[in-house]
Nanobody
Framework: QVQLVESGGGLVQAGGSLRLSCSASGRAFSTATITWFRQAPGKEREIVSG????????YFADSVKGRFTISRDNARNTVYLQMNSLKPEDTAVYYCAARYWNGVSTLQSDYINWGQGTQVTVSS
């Protein structure tokens, strides 16, 4: 299993960009599907984007399609979430999570390891 640490969050104006990183320790990283979730104040946590272990499959929620991209560098044990054209409704705590099946699942219960989260705030 892996331990996950998110970074790259911050405050940005609407229309701006941020790149989140999910860094992992542990040799199992290359076998893990990594997915980003987010939780806005007063709302349930929701899926944002995921990438399979080989990067052959990616998933994006409808709300971020065309604005966010996801990539991974298994040599660096890191997954990146590039967020462009940010909107105030993207404000949330962003979490990365790992599962050890080759495929993105939208079910949070399918994920074994979670990071502590990084805050993203988009001002209007």
């Amino acid at each position: 299993q892996v331990q996950l640490v998110e970074s790259g969050g911050g405050l940005v104006q609407a229309g701006g960009s941020l790149r989140l990183s999910c860094s992992a320790s542990g040799r199992a990283f290359s076998t893990a599907t990594i997915t980003w979730f987010r939780q806005a104040p007063g709302k349930e946590r929701e899926i944002v984007s995921g990438i399979s272990r080989s990067a052959g499959t990616t998933y994006f929620a409808d709300s971020v399609k065309g604005r966010f991209t996801i990539s991974r560098d298994n040599a660096r044990n890191t997954v990146y979430l590039q967020m462009n054209s940010l909107k105030p409704e993207d404000t949330a705590v962003y979490y990365c999570a790992a599962r050890y099946w080759n495929g993105v699942s939208t079910l949070q219960s399918d994920y074994i390891n979670w990071g502590q989260g990084t805050q993203v705030t988009v001002s209007s």
